[in-house]
């Protein structure tokens, strides 16, 4: 049967549509425990979406169980419109799937081109390609824009803490990630790092990747963030476009589960301060 060029154009803006990744019903129990209770999230290509939540919202929970660390007691897991089963990182890594965690993973006493390909190096007559691996490392750094690093020779141990953000999110492109998961990446940075890192957010998803960054820093969240979602409680109570929330959205659905309505910063009422009496 013949396909005419209006369906082939169809056909591509419906594949563009399916998310990247899709959580259907997850629900994660250990032992009596409910850690999450039919959990649904979309996560699309070339798009930032925070996850947002108090303590023991299930942050964690959710991002191990999309890293193949731990299994969904319930639920499924939809890969470019496939349904996946993930019992390993392993597998997640291969689909993909690159998790930085807070701790970042990164070896002090080695340079950044080690950290970088460790566990991955390149050989060449059975030694290290210690050429391409300096050349490839080099390349993924400039083609982030990660221009704050003097030499790819350093020691991790010599790195700011966005620094050593950057070359952990480098080293997950580098291994072809469509979907980088960062969790909590501008924790305990200064001003000027923050920045770099999330410039260096954005730089992922306008190269089409998925980042799914969890984070309490609502700021942060809102000035990088293209999606947000809302747990609480093990619940998602809430998933949008980012301009539907604010500040005040956001914290009362952290908090309490339920969404105050929105009110634009232009719309809020000026606050009156009262002079106190003489």
Not at 52 to 64: E, L, P, R, Y
Not at 154 to 172: E, T
Not at 200 to 209: K, M, N, P
Request: net charge negative; proline share 3%; charged share 20%.
């Amino acid at each position: 049967m013949s396909t005419t060029v209006g369906e082939q154009d169809s056909d591509r803006v419906t594949s563009s549509q399916v998310p990247l990744l899709s959580l259907r019903g997850i629900t994660k129990h250990f032992g009596p425990v409910q850690a999450l209770q039919g959990v649904d999230l979309d996560i699309p290509r070339g798009q930032v979406t925070a996850l947002c939540g108090d303590n023991g919202a299930g942050k964690s929970v959710t991002i191990k169980i999309i890293s193949g660390i731990w299994q969904q007691t319930h639920g499924d897991l939809v890969w470019e419109g496939e349904r996946i089963e993930l019992h390993t990182p392993r597998e997640a890594d291969h689909l993909g799937i690159s998790t930085v965690y807070q701790d970042l993973a990164l070896c002090d006493n080695l340079d950044i081109v080690q950290n970088m390909f460790l566990g991955h190096e390149n050989l060449r007559h059975h030694l290290l390609d210690e050429i391409s691996m300096e050349s490839y490392a080099r390349k993924t750094l400039a083609d982030l824009s990660v221009t704050t690093v003097r030499s790819v020779r350093q020691l991790v141990a010599s790195l700011s803490g966005g620094q050593r953000q950057a070359v952990a999110v480098a080293r997950a492109v580098m291994r072809d990630a469509k979907l980088v998961i960062l969790d909590e990446p501008t924790a305990a940075l200064g001003v000027t790092q923050t920045a770099q890192v999330l410039q260096l957010i954005r730089t992922l998803a306008d190269r089409g990747i998925a980042v799914l960054m969890v984070s309490h820093n609502l700021n942060d969240v809102q000035s990088v963030a293209d999606r947000i979602a809302v747990l609480h409680l093990g619940r998602m109570v809430s998933e949008g476009d980012v301009a539907e929330y604010d500040t005040q959205s956001i914290v009362q659905l952290m908090t309490t589960g339920e969404r105050g309505e929105v009110v634009p910063d232009r719309l809020r009422p000026p606050v009156v301060e009262i002079a106190p009496e003489v």
